[in-house]
């Protein structure tokens, strides 16, 4: 068991994996940057047709209550 005394060298934690590394890098490896790049990509994505799909199914409603006359 370590002692009270005992220091840990500045740090961060790599934001994909949590792997500690220097601190000023950004991502531990290659890999979990091109992992965290792909899934901000998917994310985005997700995001853009989430928005399109609220956006038509607002279109529809609105529709579809003009045409019931009210």
Same mark, same amino acid.
């Given at each position: $068991?370590?002692?009270?005394?005992?220091?840990? *060298?500045?740090?961060?934690?790599?934001?994909?994996? =949590?792997?500690? $590394?220097?601190?000023?890098?950004? @991502?531990?490896?290659?890999?979990?940057?091109?992992?965290?790049? *792909?899934?901000?990509?998917?994310?985005?994505? @997700?995001?853009?047709?989430?928005?399109?799909? @609220? =956006?038509a199914l607002l279109v529809l $409603?609105?529709? @579809?209550?003009?045409?019931? =006359?009210?």
């Amino acid at each position: $068991m370590p002692s009270k005394d005992t220091k840990v *060298a500045p740090h961060r934690h790599c934001p994909v994996c =949590g792997k500690a $590394m220097d601190e000023d890098a950004e @991502f531990c490896s290659t890999k979990c940057k091109e992992y965290h790049v *792909a899934r901000a990509q998917r994310q985005k994505k @997700f995001n853009r047709l989430y928005y399109v799909s @609220f =956006g038509a199914l607002l279109v529809l $409603m609105a529709v @579809f209550l003009v045409l019931s =006359g009210l």
